[in-house]
């Protein structure tokens, strides 16, 4: 069957680092995607991997092994607005996205 | 960034009427979009697979009599909701797949439905 895990919640605190980790088990595989939602909004794009390694974008990094079927999203400088659902989604070779539950991540002053 | 509009942005109905939602790609044509229930607290569940020009597939569990989907053009389509009941409340998010870059879903800001 199809999966995806990651966390139900993480803390962090404001200025410092976090990695989201996220693993998959999909019917063929067409990259790797990292939303942001906040409560009530519909999810934003964070990040997209289909090759493996790491792509940086500002102060969000998204890391991507296929072999091993993880990914991890690395937030840096954590600001308050941060606070929000970080949801890991796989896209199958039917091109549908295959959430995960989401990682609600609480930063502190 | 493409841009996905959904109409209304929230709705309050009474129960046993139809509801109407409207998602429109505003700057490109998306032959597939994508209709999502999200319960609170609770991550996006696919409801249905909307194509151009054809049916719409189902994922199981989700009544197509009740939720119909109409993909009449490439930039527009419509779900609706009906005979709606108090556990139709949710919010419904639509996302339209653009094949431009790398197959990326660009999302609706959602519809929050409260049925009464």
């Known amino acids: 069957g199809q999966n995806i895990d990651q966390p139900t919640e993480m803390t962090a605190t404001e200025g410092a680092i976090v990695q989201i980790n996220c693993t998959y088990q999909t019917s063929g595989f067409n990259g790797l995607f990292w939303y942001q939602q906040h409560a009530g909004e519909a999810p934003t794009f964070l990040s997209y991997n289909v090759l493996d390694g790491l792509e940086e974008k500002g102060r969000f990094s998204s890391f991507l092994s296929r072999s091993k079927g993880y990914s991890y999203l690395l937030l840096k400088e954590l600001q308050m607005k941060d606070s929000a659902s970080y949801l890991c989604a796989a896209m199958d070779s039917n091109y549908q996205l295959i959430w995960g539950a989401g990682t609600k991540l609480i930063i502190k002053p | 960034g493409a841009v996905v509009s959904q109409h209304p942005s929230w709705v309050i109905c009474k129960s046993g009427t139809s509801v109407k939602i409207e998602c429109r790609s505003l700057?490109?044509?998306?032959?597939?979009m994508f209709w999502y229930r999200q319960f609170p607290k609770q991550s996006l569940m696919l409801m249905a697979t909307?194509?151009?020009?054809?049916?719409?597939?189902?994922e199981q569990g989700v009544e197509k009599d009740k939720f119909l989907i109409n993909h009449a053009s490439l930039t527009l389509s419509t779900l609706t909701v009906t005979s709606a009941h108090p556990e139709d409340s949710s919010f419904y998010i639509c996302?339209?797949?653009?094949?431009?870059?790398?197959?990326?879903?660009?999302f609706g800001p959602g519809t929050r439905l409260t049925v009464l």
């Open positions: 909307s194509n151009e020009g054809s049916k719409a597939t189902y």
């Open positions: 996302s339209a797949l653009s094949g431009r870059d790398y197959n990326e879903q660009f």
């Open positions: 700057d490109f044509q998306a032959t597939t």
